[in-house]
């Protein structure tokens, strides 16, 4: 029998509160860390279950970055193949399509100047092509020491710059450190890049 959560039902969410779902404006998600398997297991499904339940626009697309060789067809049958396997709503071809025609990938090293040029061209691409006007958040599933040598290309190759009207985030996946001290470092690396 189906449950809440596959109905589209937040458990969590009092009855009382009536507040209608608030949908993601037209963006961009760049994912780097998208072999491991907290991508492969939650990160790619749960992007998929928020479009099955109609919570993100149209033209959210998102971007793979990785080692991989692949291009974007390739990529779209890795996160076809977790998808199918770990969502929690119903797999449905058309809404898939629809999602499927956003995601792009990006080969490259975490230090790779030409792979962040690309990049940054992919995501000036979606912009013009698909509408996510600028609006681009970076996802660092990745371990704390690769946290510097991503935000700095990204701040180099101008991808964590504000611009009016559009917004750039760059969200790191915990454990932020190991310690006070460790969190302390890494968060003093980060802010000097951003």
């Given at each position: ?7 589209g ?24 860390g ?12 749960a ?45 449905n ?10 995601l ?78 460790s ?6 690396v ?5």
């Amino acid at each position: 029998p189906p449950t809440e959560i596959s109905k589209g039902h937040n458990p969590l969410r009092s009855k009382e509160d009536k507040r209608l779902p608030r949908i993601a404006g037209p963006c961009s998600v760049v994912l780097f860390g998208v072999t491991g398997d907290l991508a492969k297991k939650k990160l790619l499904p749960a992007m998929y279950d928020l479009a099955n339940r109609s919570l993100l626009p149209p033209a959210f697309s998102l971007v793979g970055f990785g080692r991989r060789d692949w291009d974007d067809a390739q990529f779209a049958e890795y996160v076809k193949e977790h998808v199918a396997e770990h969502a929690r709503t119903p797999y449905n071809e058309d809404l898939w399509n629809q999602f499927a025609s956003g995601l792009r990938f990006v080969h490259g090293e975490f230090d790779d100047d030409d792979a962040y040029h690309r990049l940054a061209q992919t995501l000036d691409e979606l912009d013009r092509d698909r509408g996510t006007r600028g609006n681009h958040a970076f996802y660092l599933s990745i371990p704390p020491a690769s946290f510097e040598p991503v935000v700095s290309q990204l701040k180099h190759h101008g991808m964590t710059e504000r611009r009016d009207g559009q917004w750039s985030r760059v969200v790191i996946e915990k454990p932020f450190g190991h310690d006070l001290t460790s969190a302390q470092e890494l968060d003093a690396v980060v802010s000097s890049e951003i």
